[in-house]
């Protein structure tokens, strides 16, 4: 049974640039969130996406965007990049069957940094 | 909105004994779950224990338990018989309606 999948694993970007990441959620799960996970800090949720709908979304500028797919898999967009966008970026997925308390199930991040 | 802290940045541990990490949340909601995280070096988040609030009884998971005080809002990670593959970032998290607020990490260094 696959978990979390992400790629690309590591990425450079340079400062303006735009960024995608992928991420495929674990077998059978609906729901996809992304996080970032700066240095040295605990991970801040950016988005979540289900049924294709963004569902809820942190406090993050509208240069992140997002996309799901029918088949559940999920994109996270950055535009003009900066400086300050290098980070971990974490794809978690879980099945919705109630608002609160699904079993949450992490990637292994893709690292972007931005020069 | 949900706040998480945890207070001690690092902690170390002598292989076979136990420490305890310590973690405080603040939320409005009445029905939430409380999780604690651990994160390696390679980075993938591993889901250790999770705390339904509603119930009273303390979450274990083989060496790992956690002291849950709701009124304090206080739920603490403790692990037992520790081994060096314990070494890691851990973090405490809150969710409700599927969103996770974390803590901001405890390193822990098991020491042989």
């Known amino acids: 049974d696959a978990g979390v999948t992400q790629s690309p694993t590591h990425l450079i970007k340079t400062r303006g640039q735009q960024v995608t990441l992928r991420c495929s959620p674990k077998s059978g799960h609906d729901t996809v969130s992304w996080y970032q996970q700066a240095l040295g800090q605990g991970p801040q949720f950016i988005f979540q996406y289900y049924e294709e709908e963004e569902r809820q979304r942190g406090n993050f500028p509208d240069r992140f965007s997002g996309h799901q797919f029918p088949n559940y898999s999920s994109e996270l967009n950055v535009n003009a990049l900066l400086l300050g966008d290098s980070a971990l970026y974490l794809c978690?997925?879980?099945?919705?069957?109630?608002?609160?308390?699904?079993?949450?199930?992490f990637g292994e991040g893709s690292w972007l940094t931005v020069v | 909105a949900q706040t998480v802290t945890q207070s001690q940045p690092e902690m170390s541990v002598q292989e076979a004994e136990t420490v305890t990490l310590s973690c405080t949340y603040d939320t409005s909601e009445n029905n939430y779950y409380l999780f604690w995280y651990k994160q390696p070096p390679s980075r993938q988040m591993i889901l250790v224990i999770r705390?339904?609030?509603?119930?009273?009884q303390n979450a274990t998971e083989n060496r790992f338990s956690v002291n849950f005080q709701k009124a304090a809002k206080s739920f603490s990670l403790k692990i037992s018989d520790s081994q060096l593959g314990d070494t890691a970032m851990y973090f405490c998290?809150?969710?409700?309606?599927?969103?996770?607020?974390f803590g901001a990490g405890t390193i822990l260094r098991v020491k042989s």
């Open positions: 998290a809150s969710e409700y309606g599927n969103k996770l607020v």
């Open positions: 705390q339904e609030a509603y119930k009273q």
């Open positions: 978690a997925s879980s099945l919705l069957r109630a608002h609160s308390g699904n079993t949450i199930y």
